[in-house]
């Protein structure tokens, strides 16, 4: 079954009628070296159900036993989102049937969160939305269904499914957001821009890869339309799993377009989890949502309480990363960007790439100047995001060098990355391969001046009647003749030094 779209409403219209309130849940992975509650390795890409033992698969007689390092990176992100610790906490058995989570159960937290009652402030174009966070929990991640055969990918229509067991016990840290009203139009943008600054966030603590693209993080969108000016929430839909920043924004507008259109029509919008469809951009029916009363919740009997101390907490605290806002600050004076250079890197979700090259020796302007340009048109083209097209700031930053030092332009360090992007190897492996370098042969320059002196008589001419501007077209045809690998500034020397 192909997704179709449903009836929408213009986004200017919807917000003529409707105040739009948003609740985002982040799920991050945790980088731990092993699982939740087991000893099995949790390394990300190994073959399917080769990362399991008795406990993570639920077979009976099986005691789970509390990673340390999770808890450890729980309290920090907690920390780093201004939530307060909790003193004393434990964990719950969340029950429900599924065939990725072998239990029967997931392990979580209830209504004792190990982080809550925080915030993170956002900026978008210029002006600042404070997030609240309602609490992060800790939890384990569930095993991965592939469902083969159909046209979705989901499992009605599938011919089997398939079941991968290793990321079953994953360490988990859910993120949820208190509702963020008042964002009016820019409620797309302010989820898009929350969801990027906390991966940022995640990176900075060093708790996560925080990858979308291999699910490291992951974004459900709570979206609910009232009536304008009637100061309550509307009933809320929850879109699963959403997989990149361009797709938050785009899932929050589907949703308000949509929701408008069932309320016009004199609908109720039904409470309930919703499919985001990459391809078509929509989003489609899954379940209805379910309450807590439905998981049955009861505290998990293997488990001791987590109870941190307050030595423990704030020698965590010491470890934290810069603030982000104050980061951000910082950066742009050290870098010299104006307030729109700074927003556009921000926006492109490419703060923390150029900061890395940077730091890796290019300019500022040059590391913000293909990030920016080149790599965001082909993350633009393919339709993901920035930091997912493979391309590193090592490699960024190596493609600079080679320009600063001479052996390319412009031109040619294009043809670089796209070497890059067809995997042929390091940047210098690509400048050999394909033979990039600029040509700085003296006596391969002079003969190529010269051609183009007698190829072009009367550009010539001009040039020696002291129209030097004429040298373009001269220097046009040496670069042509050099297939762009000549320094154009020594081509314009030699052009001067026959002609003028």
């Known amino acids: 079954m192909t997704a179709t779209r449903d009836e929408l409403v213009g986004f200017d219209d919807v917000l003529e009628r409707y105040d739009p309130a948003l609740g985002l849940e982040v799920h991050v992975e945790l980088n731990t070296h092993t699982k939740m509650f087991c000893g099995c390795p949790a390394a990300f890409g190994a073959e399917p159900n080769t990362h399991v033992c008795p406990t993570c698969l639920g077979l009976p007689g099986s005691m789970p036993v509390v990673n340390r390092k999770a808890v450890e990176s729980a309290i920090r992100i907690g920390l780093a989102l201004n939530c307060s610790i909790a ?69 009605h229509g599938a011919d089997y ?79 699963k799993n959403v997989n990149s920043f361009r797709s938050v924004e785009r899932a929050v507008r589907y949703e308000m377009g949509r929701q408008a259109g069932v309320l016009d029509g004199g609908g109720t919008v039904r409470q309930e989890t919703r499919h985001w469809h990459e391809d078509s951009g929509v989003t489609t029916s899954g379940r209805e949502k379910s309450d807590a009363e439905d998981y049955r919740y009861f505290p998990e009997p293997d488990l001791v309480p987590v109870a941190p101390s307050r030595e423990w907490v704030d020698e965590l605290r010491g470890t934290l990363p810069e603030n982000p806002t104050e980061r951000r600050t910082r950066l742009q004076a050290e870098w010299g960007f104006t307030d729109l250079e700074m927003r556009d890197t921000v926006g492109a979700g490419a703060l923390g790439l150029v900061a890395e090259t940077v730091a890796l020796g290019a300019a500022p302007q040059a590391a913000r100047k293909w990030w920016l340009g080149e790599l965001a048109r082909r993350a633009n083209d393919s339709g993901v995001e920035i930091a997912e097209l493979g391309v590193t700031p090592a490699d960024v930053a190596r493609v600079q060098a080679l320009v600063d030092d001479g052996t390319l332009n412009d031109k040619l360090a294009r043809q670089v990355f796209d070497g890059l ?80």
Request: with cysteine.
């Open 87 to 155: 003193e004393w906490c434990r964990f719950a058995r969340k029950n429900y049937f599924y065939p990725d989570m072998p239990k029967n159960f997931q392990t979580s937290q209830y209504d004792e969160p190990i982080a809550f009652e925080g915030f993170m402030d956002v900026d978008v174009d210029g002006e600042t939305f404070r997030v609240g966070i309602e609490r992060a929990h800790m939890e384990e991640d569930t095993g991965k269904a592939t469902h083969v055969g159909g046209t979705t990918g989901r499992i």
């Open 421 to 500: 992007f067809a995997g042929e190897g390091t940047p210098d492996e690509v400048v050999a391969a394909r033979g990039l370098a600029i040509v700085s042969d003296e006596g391969a320059l002079a003969a190529a001046v010269d051609n183009a002196i007698a190829a072009n008589p009367d550009v010539a001419d001009k040039i020696r009647d002291g129209k030097v501007a004429a040298a373009g077209a001269l220097i046009g045809a040496v670069m042509k003749e050099m297939k762009g690998q000549a320094d154009a500034g020594r081509v314009r020397e030699l052009v001067l030094e026959k002609l003028a």
């Open 161 to 239: 499914s398939l079941v991968d067991y290793n990321r079953a016990g994953i360490p988990l840290i859910e993120i949820v957001t208190k509702p963020i009203t008042g964002a009016g139009a820019k409620a797309p943008d302010v989820a898009r821009a929350y969801v990027s600054q906390l991966r940022e966030l995640i990176v900075a603590l060093g708790v996560s890869e925080a990858r979308m693209d291999q699910g490291n993080l992951r974004a459900d969108v709570n979206l609910s339309l009232a009536p304008k000016g009637s100061d309550r929430l509307g009933t809320r839909t929850e879109t």
